[in-house]
């Protein structure tokens, strides 16, 4: 992690119609940072990460994403960030290899990148004696690591990661945030949102988002030392208690 910082936002704000999705949310993340999102569902996690990667513009305040700024630069932004959602992005009705090569190219390297890369990749995963099986046919935790390792396979400066191991085992999602740890201490950043709390515990620093609203900021010891809990789940239910979104 450097001093460099990658993300910015200032009183980020998101309306629908009278309702007020994300309220003046303001925070910086670091180059190699692993940053968590938490909140409950419908606290405003995917709508500020939606808002961050260019697909929703905001109503009100300010972003800068690698740099570059979220109203009139989300072009740039796009080429420079990773994206995995919770159901992962992939192609069932396509083999693995043909699903690297799309979004090798989606990502818009060339084809002799494209070619290496996914060697790379297939090798990594150790799936050469599956490269041409439909993905569909894939447990769920080896899509899971596919989709995460396709969302960096050209290097962005962030990777953002929405729920990424919803639905998988524990032992599939300690797998999991062992391939977040190399890819930060390669220096991309990571930006998650989850809802299990265990997980927060693997990040340098997290932000709690109740409401639309952040609500505790800091690394996950730091918090639990200022709320006096042996947890991150008890520091979240304590701030959650008076919450009046829950779905």
Same mark, same amino acid.
């Given at each position: ?6 993300? *910015? ?24 940072? &692993? ?17 961050? &990667? ?32 919770? *159901? ?35 090798? *990594?995963?150790? %799936? ?42 524990? &032992? ?35 932000? &709690? ?29 304590? %701030? ?8």
């Amino acid at each position: 992690m450097t001093n460099e910082t990658v993300i *910015k936002t200032e009183d980020l704000t998101k309306r629908f119609g009278d309702f007020t999705a994300v309220k003046k949310i303001s925070f910086e993340v670091k180059r190699g940072e &692993i940053f968590g999102f938490l909140g409950a569902n419908g606290a405003g996690k995917t709508t500020a990460m939606k808002m961050l &990667i260019g697909i929703l513009k905001p109503t009100s305040g300010n972003a800068k994403i690698a740099g570059f700024d979220i109203y009139n630069q989300t072009e740039q932004i796009k080429k420079n960030i990773g994206y995995m959602s919770q *159901k992962f992005s992939l192609y069932e009705d396509l083999t693995i290899m043909e699903n690297v090569q799309l979004f090798a190219g989606i990502y818009g390297l060339s084809d002799d990148e494209i070619k290496q890369r996914s060697s790379e990749l297939i090798h *990594k995963l150790n %799936l050469q004696n599956q490269a041409d099986k439909l993905v569909e046919s894939l447990p769920l935790g080896w899509k899971q690591k596919l989709a995460f390792s396709l969302a960096i396979i050209h290097n962005p400066r962030i990777v953002f990661l929405d729920e990424p191991t919803s639905g998988v085992d524990p &032992i599939t999602r300690r797998q999991f945030w062992n391939m977040i740890y190399e890819a930060a201490s390669n220096g991309i950043t990571v930006f998650v949102t989850t809802h299990y709390m265990d997980e927060a515990e693997y990040c340098n620093r997290i932000t &709690i988002l109740v409401d639309g609203v952040i609500k505790a900021l800091d690394s996950p010891a730091a918090l639990k030392e200022k709320y006096n809990t042996s947890s991150i789940e008890d520091v979240f239910v304590l %701030l959650a208690r008076g919450a009046k979104r829950n779905d």
